[in-house]
C-alpha cells in the first residue's frame, strides 16, 4: 500500500543527536505514542510539510508498539518496520470527495511532528461513508 521512505529532518536530527549527543535534543522515543494519519498533498516530505486530510470523522489513528514488526538484520541494507495489525479510520461522515494521497506518521494525535511520509501506490479517492484501511503488513517504513 504505502511505504513510508521520507524521514523528516525534525527525525534524522534527533536520531542522530541521540546517537552521537547522548539525546541532548530531549528526542523520547514514541513507544506507544505513534499515530498513523493520512494526507491529501505533500509540498516537502523532508520538512514534514502536509495537508493532512480533513474530513468527517477523521483522525490519526494509535499504532502501539506492539502492533509494529522489525525487519532487517545488521548485515542488511534496509530496515524495515510494518504494521502487524489493520490500521482502519472511520467512515467519512460528511458529503463530497477526499483523495488520499499519502500516509504520515507522527508522535501525537493531532499537531505534534510528523515523522515520516509516504506516498501510496495509488490514490484513494473516499466519498461518504467511506472506510479507509491499511491492512496488515501493509504500511512499510524502511531505511536504507
Same mark, same amino acid.
Given at each position: 500500500? /504505502?511505504? *513510508?521512505? %521520507? /524521514?523528516?529532518?525534525? !527525525?534524522?536530527?534527533? !536520531? &542522530? =543527536?541521540?546517537? +552521537?549527543?547522548? =539525546?541532548?535534543?530531549? +528526542?523520547? $522515543?514514541?513507544?506507544?505514542?505513534?499515530?498513523?494519519? &493520512?494526507?491529501?498533498?505533500?509540498?516537502?516530505?523532508?520538512?514534514?510539510?502536509?495537508?493532512?486530510?480533513?474530513?468527517? %470523522?477523521?483522525?490519526?489513528?494509535?499504532?502501539?508498539? %506492539?502492533?509494529?514488526?522489525?525487519?532487517?538484520?545488521?548485515?542488511?541494507?534496509?530496515?524495515?518496520?510494518?504494521?502487524? *495489525?489493520?490500521?482502519? +479510520?472511520? /467512515?467519512?461522515?460528511? $458529503?463530497?470527495?477526499?483523495?488520499?494521497?499519502?500516509?504520515?506518521? /507522527?508522535?501525537?494525535?493531532?499537531?505534534?511532528?510528523?515523522?515520516?511520509?509516504?506516498?501510496?501506490?495509488?490514490?484513494?479517492? &473516499? %466519498?461518504?461513508?467511506?472506510?479507509?484501511?491499511?491492512?496488515?503488513?501493509?504500511?512499510?517504513?524502511?531505511?536504507?
Amino acid at each position: 500500500m /504505502a511505504t *513510508s521512505n %521520507a /524521514a523528516t529532518n525534525y !527525525l534524522e536530527r534527533r !536520531l &542522530l =543527536n541521540y546517537i +552521537f549527543k547522548n =539525546n541532548s535534543l530531549t +528526542f523520547n $522515543s514514541p513507544g506507544d505514542n505513534i499515530y498513523v494519519g &493520512l494526507a491529501t498533498a505533500v509540498s516537502a516530505a523532508e520538512t514534514g510539510s502536509v495537508t493532512e486530510a480533513s474530513f468527517g %470523522a477523521y483522525a490519526r489513528q494509535q499504532v502501539a508498539a %506492539a502492533s509494529w514488526t522489525t525487519i532487517g538484520a545488521d548485515s542488511t541494507d534496509t530496515q524495515t518496520a510494518k504494521n502487524t *495489525s489493520a490500521i482502519e +479510520f472511520p /467512515a467519512k461522515s460528511d $458529503s463530497g470527495n477526499v483523495t488520499i494521497t499519502h500516509v504520515i506518521i /507522527a508522535d501525537a494525535s493531532s499537531s505534534g511532528n510528523i515523522l515520516f511520509v509516504g506516498e501510496l501506490d495509488a490514490s484513494k479517492t &473516499l %466519498a461518504q461513508n467511506d472506510i479507509f484501511r491499511i491492512n496488515a503488513t501493509n504500511l512499510s517504513i524502511e531505511l536504507k
